[in-house]
């Protein structure tokens, strides 16, 4: 089938890319054109695993293709992808104006009918404003052709995005006609394999959908960070906690761990905004409120540790003259994302205490460089162990696999101040203190085992 994709962004990149490598002919436009002229070059603007093979590939091949020319692109597609940013509005709600400067441009230069498709994460009802956004672009130049908007959520996760388009565990199809059904249906059938995973219904669920799933799956970690610091006023240890509720089938292994809190261009956003949508039609999601607030509270709470260890009260200058040296800056492994990641604040209430920050991120560095630019309170380092030079205690902030069993030995010599604080609870206590070493993990409090 003919598709085109209008955002090369995190979604609209791994989607067209997907697509292609099953047979597709796939156009992606943007309007970013020094973006589109790397992307014809081979050039991937984010870090995915898996991801700049198959571009490279399916683009060789000819059945990706990058352009700025929305004509040319509006004239290829059977079905028409919406997948651009929806950032926060000042309020919390998302900003549409990328979405329908799309459906403008869709409007403008139809010449057949389509079938648009909403990818973006968009509220409830956006469909709706999207479908007479295209009207009136058709209207003003007195054009009449069928469409229809459909709404394709997506599920993708960072740092496994290719899988998880490639092996969806759902499908989910919000459409109002059954040409619409039809032509997604054909569409996703090379992934719909083994078992039925499309799931139809109309447009307002699947919107609503995405936002449940995301919402569901960040009030399981709030909901866990909450009992970690319950463990840690107690005298219990989450860590075994989680182990003993996880079993539970209707609980699940999944997105229990506690730790410095969410982060990452899909929790906050969305937590938010379906609130704001929620409030819009007069309720007052209490629960959502909260989820965000518990996790607000929680992206404060390693340095809350810190501060209990030094004995510090109050912020202001409390830490000048100590080091930190902080392992992980991405809101999560395997991605050079910081976007909320739990790191800024970190960092940003080690430097108002006036402490300095030696940093080491696999994959982040440029992008810290970027939105911290050039300090003196900052040392973007080249290794871990770059970081404990000079370091007094160490923070653990992003759960990269590289940082699961360092040499605790080598820390207790290291740094001087000889303190973990472990933001992911990647280690055991006991084998840290073995080592000489004071730890702080996330609602970790313990009390006495009795042989
Ligand atoms: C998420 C959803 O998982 C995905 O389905 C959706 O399409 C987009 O949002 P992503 O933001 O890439 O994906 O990351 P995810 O792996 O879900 O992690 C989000 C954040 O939650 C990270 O900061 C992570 O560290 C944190 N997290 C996750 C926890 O603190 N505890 C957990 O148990 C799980």
Redesign the pocket.
């Known amino acids: 089938m003919r598709v085109t994709i209008f955002g090369t962004g995190y979604v609209g990149l791994v989607t067209g890319t997907c697509l292609a490598d099953v047979g597709h002919d796939v156009i992606c436009v943007d309007i970013d054109q020094a973006k589109v002229d790397g992307l014809n070059r081979g050039v991937i603007p984010i870090y995915e695993p898996g991801l700049e093979p198959m571009v490279k590939a399916n683009h060789a091949a000819g059945r990706l293709r990058f352009t700025t020319d929305a004509e040319v692109a509006v004239a290829h597609g059977d079905v028409v992808f919406i997948a651009v940013g929806t950032p926060p509005d000042e309020d919390g709600s998302a900003d549409l104006k990328y979405v329908l400067a799309v459906a403008r441009t869709i409007g403008r230069h139809l010449e057949r009918q389509v079938v648009v498709v909403n990818k973006s ?1 968009v509220p409830v009802g956006t469909a709706d404003k999207v479908r007479a956004t295209i009207a009136a672009e058709l209207a003003s130049r007195g054009a009449e052709f069928g469409f229809e908007v459909a709404s394709n ?9 290719v899988n ?1 388009c490639m092996r969806p565990d759902r499908i989910v199809i919000g459409a109002s006609s059954a040409t619409a059904v039809d032509k997604l249906k054909r569409l996703y059938a090379p992934f719909n394999r083994n078992h039925e995973r499309i799931v139809v219904m109309d447009v307002r669920s699947a919107e609503l959908t ?1 936002y449940a ?2 919402a569901m ?2 009030t ?2 709030s909901f ?2 909450e009992i970690a610091n319950i463990a840690e006023k107690v005298g219990a240890d989450v860590e075994m906690v989680r182990q003993g509720i996880g079993s539970d089938p209707r609980i699940g292994w ?14 906050p956003k ?1 937590v938010q905004a379906l609130a704001k949508t929620a409030q819009q039609y007069g309720y007052d999601a209490q629960l959502l409120g909260a989820v965000e607030s518990v996790n607000d509270r929680q992206k404060e709470h390693l340095f809350e540790l810190i501060g209990r260890h030094y004995g510090v009260a109050s912020h202001d200058g409390a830490l000048a003259g100590k080091t930190f040296a902080v392992w992980g800056l991405a ?3 395997n ?1 050079d ?1 910081m976007r ?3 790191s800024r604040r970190l960092l940003q209430l080690l430097w108002d205490a006036g402490a300095k920050v030696r940093a080491y991120d696999p994959e982040a560095t440029e992008e810290a460089q970027r939105i911290f630019g050039e300090r003196d309170d900052l040392v973007l380092c080249d290794s871990a162990r770059a970081t404990l030079a000079d370091a007094d205690a160490l923070v653990v902030v ?2 990269w696999k590289q940082f699961r069993s360092p040499d605790f030995q080598r820390l207790s010599q290291s740094l001087a101040d000889r303190v973990i604080f472990d933001g ?1 609870n990647l280690y055991h206590p006991d084998e840290v203190e073995a080592a000489g070493l004071a730890y702080y993990g996330i609602g970790r409090g313990r009390s006495i085992l009795i042989d």
């Open positions: 994460t959520p997506e599920f993708l996760k960072e740092g496994d995005a998880d995405k799933a995301n799956l960040a399981k970690i866990m960070n999944h997105f229990i761990y506690p730790g410095a809190g969410y982060g990452g261009s899909c929790f969305d809101f999560k492994p991605t994302d909320e990641a739990s992003t759960e992911r």
